[in-house]
């Protein structure tokens, strides 16, 4: 199958920059996979379309303040890093940025002095693997110096210090407690307090896991043939607690509802679904047979991306794209700021 065929026009005017005022602000499109009947109304309305034993899967992975800046050590020059993932005590895989990227052995001073980097890897598309060393805990200088690992189609070129902190709040999920993502896991970025206790009210429980997002969610796809593209690993970890409680509303009956492309992933990469960790670089695309997933609340997503892929696996590809025509027609906000769908 061609990449093309996943391609739709998109007005840049429909990127979302900002966060709407409110997390519950969001409009969402739900998306009947059955009938191909197509709803508008807010993700607060969720409440409308769960139900009991109905069990709501949230990726709590928190994502850490990764975007950071420096100099290398011999000529001074400016270097950017994006990190990616801790692959061993004191080893960061990375995305780095420079004007000349420093070679093998060479170091780099971080984050105003706080931390230092030694060149282990040069990769290619920009990945390297760095040792960085701090006096401090690296996640106390992070917080200090690092900026939101904000994708590259929002710009904060000249951003203040007060939306750095908007940033730091809203580019991540109410839930969020395992830090190691790279980015967030941005169906999940609408949901209040106040929602999730509501629907637990009604008898929709919550399920918990972890996937880190990393670059693989988010590498666009470069060959002719999606068969021919290759995921990068990401770590996930389904603790006993949420493979019981997802067991249980399964066999009452109930719908699991992934939250996110990364909830997908981390369900998708263990069957029969069991508490389980470990690294996936499962990649879903048309055709595929779902095994632990019956719904899916996700964001409206890239041309040609892998996620999109998914998405169409899910609900059909003609009629996925049927959907975002008329997204772009009703005005929705696209990507990862933007608004959501509900795919039941």
Same mark, same amino acid.
């Given at each position: 199958?061609?990449?093309?065929?996943?391609?739709?026009?998109?007005?840049?005017?429909?990127?979302?920059?900002?966060?709407?005022?409110?997390?519950?602000?969001?409009?969402?499109?739900?998306?009947?996979?059955?009938?191909?009947?197509?709803?508008?109304?807010?993700?607060?309305?969720?409440?409308?379309?769960?139900?009991?034993?109905d069990v709501l899967v949230l990726n709590n992975t928190k994502v850490i303040p990764a975007r950071v800046f420096?100099?290398?050590?011999?000529?001074?020059?400016?270097?950017?890093?994006?990190?990616?993932?801790?692959?061993?005590?004191g080893e960061w895989k990375v995305l780095m940025k420079a004007s000349r990227r420093p070679k093998v052995g060479?170091?780099? #001073?971080?984050?105003?002095?706080?931390?230092?980097?030694?060149?282990?890897?040069?990769?290619?598309?920009?990945?390297?693997?760095?040792?960085?060393?701090?006096?401090?805990?690296?996640?106390?200088?992070?917080?200090?110096?690092?900026?939101?690992?904000?994708?590259?189609?929002?710009?904060?070129?000249?951003?203040?210090?007060?939306?750095?902190?908007?940033?730091?709040?809203?580019?991540?999920?109410?839930?969020?407690?395992?830090?190691?993502?790279?980015?967030?896991?941005?169906?999940?970025?609408?949901?209040?307090?106040?929602?999730?206790?509501?629907?637990?009210?009604?008898?929709?429980?919550?399920?918990?896991?972890?996937?880190?997002?990393?670059?693989?969610?988010?590498?666009?796809?470069?060959?002719?043939?999606?068969?021919?593209?290759?995921?990068?690993?990401?770590?996930?970890?389904?603790?006993?607690?949420?493979?019981?409680?997802?067991?249980?509303?399964?066999?009452?009956?109930?719908?699991?509802?992934?939250?996110?492309?990364?909830?997908? #992933?981390?369900?998708?990469?263990?069957?029969?679904?069991?508490?389980?960790?470990?690294?996936?670089?499962?990649?879903?695309?048309?055709?595929?047979?779902?095994?632990?997933?019956?719904?899916?609340?996700?964001?409206?997503?890239?041309?040609?991306?892998?996620?999109?892929?998914?998405?169409?696996?899910?609900?059909?590809?003609?009629?996925?794209?049927?959907?975002?025509?008329?997204?772009?027609?009703? #005005?929705?906000?696209?990507?990862?700021?933007?608004?959501?769908?509900?795919?039941?």
């Amino acid at each position: 199958m061609k990449t093309e065929l996943f391609n739709y026009d998109l007005p840049p005017e429909l990127i979302a920059q900002h966060p709407a005022e409110r997390r519950d602000q969001a409009r969402m499109m739900v998306l009947h996979r059955g009938s191909g009947t197509i709803e508008h109304c807010r993700i607060a309305d969720m409440t409308g379309y769960l139900r009991a034993p109905d069990v709501l899967v949230l990726n709590n992975t928190k994502v850490i303040p990764a975007r950071v800046f420096g100099h290398k050590a011999i000529s001074g020059g400016k270097v950017e890093l994006l990190l990616l993932e801790e692959s061993a005590p004191g080893e960061w895989k990375v995305l780095m940025k420079a004007s000349r990227r420093p070679k093998v052995g060479e170091g780099i #001073r971080l984050c105003s002095g706080k931390a230092a980097a030694t060149v282990l890897y040069d990769g290619e598309q920009g990945e390297a693997v760095l040792r960085i060393e701090s006096n401090c805990p690296l996640m106390e200088v992070l917080d200090e110096e690092g900026l939101p690992p904000l994708p590259p189609y929002i710009d904060r070129k000249h951003q203040t210090q007060e939306q750095v902190t908007i940033d730091r709040q809203r580019y991540q999920t109410v839930y969020a407690s395992a830090p190691g993502a790279a980015a967030a896991p941005t169906a999940g970025l609408h949901f209040t307090p106040e929602l999730l206790r509501k629907l637990e009210g009604q008898g929709v429980a919550c399920a918990e896991l972890t996937l880190h997002v990393g670059l693989g969610t988010f590498r666009p796809v470069s060959a002719e043939f999606i068969a021919d593209h290759e995921m990068h690993h990401e770590r996930y970890s389904i603790p006993d607690r949420a493979a019981r409680t997802i067991a249980a509303a399964k066999e009452a009956g109930g719908r699991v509802v992934a939250v996110g492309s990364t909830s997908v #992933r981390s369900l998708e990469s263990v069957v029969p679904l069991r508490a389980a960790e470990g690294s996936t670089n499962i990649f879903i695309h048309p055709p595929y047979a779902f095994r632990n997933v019956d719904a899916i609340l996700t964001n409206f997503h890239l041309p040609k991306s892998t996620l999109l892929m998914m998405m169409s696996a899910f609900a059909g590809r003609e009629a996925m794209l049927k959907a975002y025509r008329v997204a772009v027609e009703e #005005r929705y906000r696209f990507f990862s700021y933007g608004d959501c769908m509900l795919i039941l």
